[in-house]
């Protein structure tokens, strides 16, 4: 079945700090993937997606490329906030399984100022 | 339109006890699904819907589980005989159906049983 792996936290980074979260994914066809952020207190919120190769999602200053050949889709933003400091997951979707998510673990993400 | 709201934020129960959760979508998605989050770890599908009828159930999803959707409109999850392992956050999150555009998702119901 489809799964998605996730780098494990927690990720301590100094403000200003360059972030990467490493995801790979299992998938049966052609999936659609994502990036949720869970910040303290809330539910999650979509950040970003991309739904065929190559396509790169962006949002907030956050990035994160599809890449078919890796079947990875890393997350990364050159300059992080304390305000960025929250738990991330990210998911895929496939079309013909109803858009049903399957999420990764998720990694939390600290920021000192 | 706010958003996905769930019903109540908080329950504590005790084992054996039935409980409900409600979850009202945004008015025009379609989908709506609900996901079980435990401490530290990604939500897991439970069940969804297109409009009133319930598409897929995940294994993960026993006899003691139910869950409706009347009219296409809001949803109740119900957990019959509760057990400690049924502690978690339990999400709704809504979607048009036809393109994957992302959830949304509302912000939950936790569940403790003492």
């Known amino acids: 079945g489809d799964s998605v792996t996730q780098m494990e936290g927690p990720v301590t980074l100094s403000e200003e700090a360059f972030l990467t979260i490493n995801c790979t994914y299992t998938?049966?066809?052609?999936?659609?993937l994502f990036w949720y952020v869970q910040y303290p207190g809330e539910g999650l919120q979509l950040l970003l997606k991309a739904t065929k190769a190559d396509d790169k999602g962006s949002n907030k200053g956050f990035e994160a490329t599809y890449r078919k050949e890796t079947t990875s889709f890393h997350l990364e933003k050159g300059s992080v906030q304390v305000s960025d400091s929250a738990v991330y997951f990210c998911?895929?979707?496939?079309?013909?399984?109803?858009?049903?998510?399957?999420f990764g673990g998720g990694t939390r993400l600290m920021v000192k100022p | 339109d706010t958003g996905v709201s769930q019903n109540p934020r908080h329950k504590i129960t005790k084992r054996g006890q039935n409980v409900t959760f409600r979850c009202d979508p945004i008015s025009e998605h379609n989908r709506l699904y609900w996901y079980r989050q435990t401490l530290g770890q990604g939500p897991e599908f439970l069940t969804y819907?297109?409009?009133?009828?319930?598409?897929?159930k995940s294994r993960l999803l026993s006899d003691r589980f139910s869950a409706e959707r009347p009219k296409g409109s809001f949803s109740t999850l119900e957990i019959q005989r509760t057990e400690q392992g049924d502690s978690a956050m339990y999400l709704c999150a809504s979607t048009p159906s036809t393109e994957h555009y992302g959830y949304t998702f509302g912000s939950g119901t936790r569940l403790t049983v003492v």
């Open positions: 998911a895929l979707s496939e079309t013909n399984a109803g858009n049903m998510l399957t």
């Open positions: 998938a049966t066809g052609y999936p659609s």
């Open positions: 819907f297109q409009n009133e009828a319930q598409l897929e």
